[in-house]
């Protein structure tokens, strides 16, 4: 096993080969006050997520879900992206990644200058129609949101994972949902992937032409127990194409991989692209 400084020398030696498809996960965010389902030790969180089944089968289900979401989303917007969002987008402006697929829904990559990024489970910042399949702005949404509960406090605790919050089942219980202006009436979902739902086939297929065309698969704070990510560390190692992690905590793709670093995402990221723009520097001297 390499020590900590040869990891991190091992690293960098790898990325500035270029041609490195990054996976970030939930992990990467939580430095900017989103935190992820599992903390650093990967033991989950005390956190129950909406299933598909529970939205799309139930009125109070999903008044309950706009209730609590509608409070959290400030808490997204206002969300900034950490020193890791920071290095990967400097990673991909020196032309040194094949690409990025993100598990996360927060839109930090984006807000980092980070383009294109693969969204696998899709945007807190989009909305859809279950009915017509319409997309529209989330802030739209929440302007029509605001309209029809203005004695609603748009303030709520902290986010969870899902970008939601607790409430009382007494604000659940007074909180009028708002429906699609397209078709008039159909019913709105946040355009992402709730658990039990599938990630659009077209968007794995990409993802996994991604990792055929890259020379190394990162991945960035993802424990992998999501099966949506973790097949694309399989597909890496069927196609022979090397894996490195840099996650805290142990990870359900730890033993496909030919390096793992557990430390902290933004002070190691940090740390790779100061060591890259060196090299960079110095080799234009």
């Given at each position: ?43 989950a969180r005390p956190a129950t997520p909406m299933t598909f089944g529970e939205f799309t089968g139930s009125a109070a289900a ?103 919050v607790e409430l009382a089942e007494a604000a659940v219980a007074g909180f009028r949902v708002v429906d699609c202006l397209d ?103």
């Open positions: 096993m390499l020590a900590p400084g040869d990891q991190f020398a091992q690293l960098a030696e790898w990325v500035a080969g270029g041609e490195v498809l990054v996976l970030s996960g939930a992990g990467l965010s939580t430095e900017s006050g989103i935190p992820d389902y599992r903390g650093p030790t990967g033991r999903r008044q309950r879900y706009w209730a609590r979401s509608h409070r959290g989303w400030q808490g997204i917007v206002r969300a900034e992206p950490n020193a890791g969002h920071r290095a990967v987008a400097f990673l991909q402006q020196r032309g040194l990644l094949s690409g990025i697929v993100t598990q996360n829904v927060d839109g930090l990559h984006q807000a980092a200058g980070a383009h294109p990024v693969i969204e696998l489970h899709g945007g807190l910042d989009r909305v859809i129609c279950l009915q017509c399949r319409a997309i529209s702005e989330r802030e739209e949404l929440h302007v029509r949101l605001v309209e029809a509960n203005p004695r609603a406090d748009s303030a709520g605790g902290p986010v969870k994972p899902d970008g939601d078709c008039g009436g159909g019913p709105l979902k946040p355009d992402v992937v709730f658990f039990g739902e599938n990630v659009p086939a077209e968007r794995v297929i990409a993802c996994y032409q991604l990792v055929e065309r890259s020379r190394l698969l990162l991945v960035l704070g993802s424990s992998l127990t999501v099966a949506s990510g973790f097949r694309f560390v399989r597909r890496a190692a069927q196609h022979g194409i090397g894996v490195a992690i840099v996650n805290q905590g142990e990870t359900r793709g730890d033993e496909y991989a030919q390096l793992k670093i557990d430390a902290p995402l933004g002070k190691t990221l940090t740390a790779l692209r100061r060591n890259l723009a060196g090299q960079s520097d110095r080799t234009h001297v």
